[in-house]
């Protein structure tokens, strides 16, 4: 009891933020970087900006602590965020959950390691096996064959899959998918510790499970060592701040030096100062914000699914295996029924409603709700779809739905990455091993990753993603006509600059 | 004692009236209410520092708004009001005894109240029996309706604030959904002479014009509105605005009127060039 007061009251506190406050009275005179001298060396800048925020856009110095590392105000930051959200220790990322995901791995994995994860994770995690040399174990995940998404894993196919790989270092867990589908992370946990397995949960969606009443577990109280956390998403902070957090059996100072790997000496303080006050934020009223956001997007889900031919999903799939459990505050919607591609509803919310969403995929899109959304901007969402509706059902006759397609990891994603390569069209790359991405942007994971082989189903949904106006990222090649792919025969690595 | 209140027609640009005393000012859910009794225009209603009308000239608006279709439309039975809490466009629907139902979606609540304590003489007609008074959102209130009305008014204060929903084409897309098929829709259309409003006049109008096979302008002059010169817009599925005029039917009905009679009608419908200019480009 008495604890949980004092921890409150802690919770009160933005060390980053108050040190900073007091930098600005101290009225210090700087000869340091950033040049721009709190603004005055271009005004342009603090036009668009305000003085308020270049002013605090400051170097690492004593009085405001040291990102690579941390003794004084960072430091109790990330241990007021490790409290908040039940970690052994949190650190303060500013390369975006991209860098967090990357340090979970590189902290588990060496060259030559197995990781087992499902296939549709993002792609930063396998960016992080191009960087470490890792090999991807992929667990299949469950598809809905209606709504064209991919599941969670099922409890059953990662034990499978941990006793075939019994030499596997670690599981990586999406807590949740992009639409709010979680897997069993807890139990997944107790059989990967029990075969000595790191569990990493990339919980870029999941920031809110930390607070909300009712949520999916989150990947700390189900006992997993390490954590993403995108603050930026659910909580609300910065574009591109996050958090790692780790649990008890994860060695701190380790994961702060891979970290400081390829994280920037130059930490920006607008980002950090923005996971410290959001931080704040969601341990003092994150509740009562998420608890109203549920509320919204039950709202919004009932008012949409009144109009017929769309379905808003929600925890009526959740069958305890592979959809574990479902984010409710996820407003995901399947279009595919009145005969539009998710992508193109996208494009008409866009275009002729002014109205931007998430993303959009072949059968469905994602309207992202946050504890900023108002009740009429909800009211405008629902009546661009009945609108849309009006105006373009037709019959959905030939219309794809997304659907699984089994990789075949030929080779890691590092040594195709990094071999001999040469640039096909894409229709002629049938049967070669692909050395680069092909993604859908968001959600951004692959369709394609370095390593895998390349089949007709995989040409034929690349091309049918791309003309029904997919955003499509990954190729060298910027209007994704040719792939690059591995050179067949001596495969002596080298870089290809033209 | 010398109050003054302005009214921000531009940043540049303030509409100032002498106030002898505020009479009430109040915060809803959705915006700050201020009464004002002014020197010279009346009572003036006031909505989050915006002036809504004035007692002396709302007649213009709300006359403006409403006959025009009436002279136009043969059978006006069922009407959607949107917004129109403060009774003003009802003042003028209930006039016409063929009118059999009109429905008031008005989200805010406390603005009926408001104004039919300081405003009786407008906000009075919402007690005729035909009229039924919605307290919600008239998005979400016209999503589930089609084929109900005759005629739906888009009585909304402006683009910017807690209305914003009412600008949409979305909005404009139910509108049509949920009119019949010789329905018309009427909005006020913002001031086609500054800047920011003529821009907000195009987008209005760009939107309107995807949506109905015959949409026009028309204007009115009204003192208290920024550059007091005010355009609404005529969308209708079949009628059009001065080729189906009936000016004898409206006049044998012995409609009372301070400013609209059908001859002006026939005038409103020409605009100055510039104006048409602005309206051209985005159709």
Redesign the interface.
Known sequence: MNKQISDKAAQRHAPIYEALERFRKMRIVPFDVPGHKHGRGNPELVELLGSKCVGIDVNSMKPLDNLCHPISVIKEAEELAASAFGAAHAFLMVGGTTSAVQSMILSCCKKGDKIIMPRNVHRSVINALVLCGAKPIYVNPEVDNHLGISLGMKVSEVERTIQENPDAVAVLVNNPTYYGICSDIKKITEIAHKNNMYVLADEAHGTHFYFGDNMPISAMEAGADMSSISMHKSGGSLTQSSLLLIGPNVNQGYVRQIINLTQTTSGSYLLLSSLDISRRNLALRGRESFNELVKMAEYARG?IN??EGYYAFSKEMVNKDDIFDFDTTKLSVHTLDIGLAGIETYDILRD???IQIEFGDLGNILAYLSIGDR??EV??L???L??IK??YQKDKTGMLSQEYISPIVAMTPQESFYSGKESLPIKETKGRICSEFVMCYPPGIPILAPGEEITDKIIDYILYAKEKGCSLTGPEDEKIERLNVVKEGKNNGYMVFR | MDIWYSDNHTDNINFSLRINRQLFSAESELQRIDILESVEMGKVLVSDGDLVFTQKDEFIYHEMITHPAMAVHPNVRKVLVIGGGDGGVVRELIKYSTIEKIDVVEPDKLLVEVCSEYFPEIAGSLNDKRVSIRYE?G??F???KTDVYDLIIIDSPNPFG?G??LF????Y??CY?ALRDDGIMINQNECPFYEEEAYQCQRMHNKIVKTFPIVKVYQAFIPSYPSGHWLFGFASKQYHPTKDLNKVDWYIKGIGTKYYQPTIHEGVFALPVYVEELLKNVE
């Open positions: 008012e009144k109009i002729e409603y002014d009740k009429q009211e405008r629902v009546s661009a009945a609108d009006r105006r | 959102d998005l979400r016209i999503r589930s807690h914003e929903g949409t084409k979305e909005f897309g139910n959904n």
